[in-house]
């Protein structure tokens, strides 16, 4: 069977690579939230050998092409059922480095963001980060017109959908102890947020 494979994510890989050089400590564990096909996960476990990898999604229909994907690689574990909207949304007892989060915000219902800032808090150790990609509004306003025509499309298709805007999500975040470190402009308009807990002062070498 052909394995399943996304556009978006072969173009914005290296990109999203770069960044996460910036922040990834050389070991350590890092949960990937909405994996998707797993083209990203099995991307970046090539690239960061030294880090234990655990993709997950909310649901279950493509887990067999991400373990297909990462079979030849051993820093990658089997993907587990993580959806983020449920109030309990795993049972997770292993404290990550890092959870990434890419292209779901925008095509998710909000509390699905909420139930990635409440997973984050109860699993991240205390040096963590929280690594969000996708269009993001600045300040209510779209950043391109191709953002605006999306976001509209996406309401059309689902009426909990929709590009957000930075600041909601930021202000989200500090419901639950973070803040938001840094914003990095992306190719295509697209954005990476970078969220820490509001007491840590990020002091150790990365990649």
């Given at each position: 069977?052909?394995?399943?494979?996304?556009?978006?994510?072969?173009?914005?890989?290296?990109?999203?690579?770069?960044?996460l050089k910036l922040y990834l400590?050389?070991?350590?564990?890092?949960?990937?939230?909405?994996?998707?096909?797993?083209?990203?996960?099995?991307?970046?476990?090539?690239?960061f050998k030294t880090v234990h990898w655990q993709p997950s999604d909310k649901l279950d229909r493509n887990f067999w092409a991400i373990e297909k994907?990462?079979?030849?690689?051993?820093?990658?574990?089997?993907?587990?059922t993580i959806d983020l909207t449920s109030?309990?949304?795993?049972?997770?007892?292993?404290?990550?480095?890092?959870?990434?989060?890419?292209?779901?915000?925008?095509?998710s219902p909000w509390e699905a963001t909420v139930g990635l800032f409440s997973l984050a808090k109860n699993i991240l150790r205390k040096e963590g980060f929280i690594f969000t990609y996708g269009p993001y509004r600045v300040n209510g306003k779209h950043t391109s017109e191709g953002n605006e025509n999306f976001d509209k499309y996406l309401r059309t298709t689902n009426s909990t959908w929709g590009v957000r805007s930075i600041e909601k999500v930021a202000t989200l975040?500090?419901?639950f102890g973070f803040r938001l470190h840094r914003i990095h402009d992306m190719p295509m308009n697209n954005s990476v947020l970078i969220f820490y807990f509001n007491n840590f002062q990020m002091t150790q070498q990365k990649f």
């Amino acid at each position: 069977m052909q394995l399943p494979s996304s556009a978006s994510a072969q173009r914005n890989k290296e990109p999203i690579l770069s960044i996460l050089k910036l922040y990834l400590l050389a070991k350590g564990t890092v949960l990937e939230t909405a994996s998707g096909t797993g083209e990203h996960i099995n991307f970046f476990s090539e690239k960061f050998k030294t880090v234990h990898w655990q993709p997950s999604d909310k649901l279950d229909r493509n887990f067999w092409a991400i373990e297909k994907r990462t079979e030849q690689q051993n820093n990658v574990a089997s993907p587990i059922t993580i959806d983020l909207t449920s109030k309990n949304p795993t049972d997770l007892f292993l404290k990550y480095n890092a959870i990434i989060n890419i292209n779901m915000i925008h095509i998710s219902p909000w509390e699905a963001t909420v139930g990635l800032f409440s997973l984050a808090k109860n699993i991240l150790r205390k040096e963590g980060f929280i690594f969000t990609y996708g269009p993001y509004r600045v300040n209510g306003k779209h950043t391109s017109e191709g953002n605006e025509n999306f976001d509209k499309y996406l309401r059309t298709t689902n009426s909990t959908w929709g590009v957000r805007s930075i600041e909601k999500v930021a202000t989200l975040s500090k419901r639950f102890g973070f803040r938001l470190h840094r914003i990095h402009d992306m190719p295509m308009n697209n954005s990476v947020l970078i969220f820490y807990f509001n007491n840590f002062q990020m002091t150790q070498q990365k990649f």
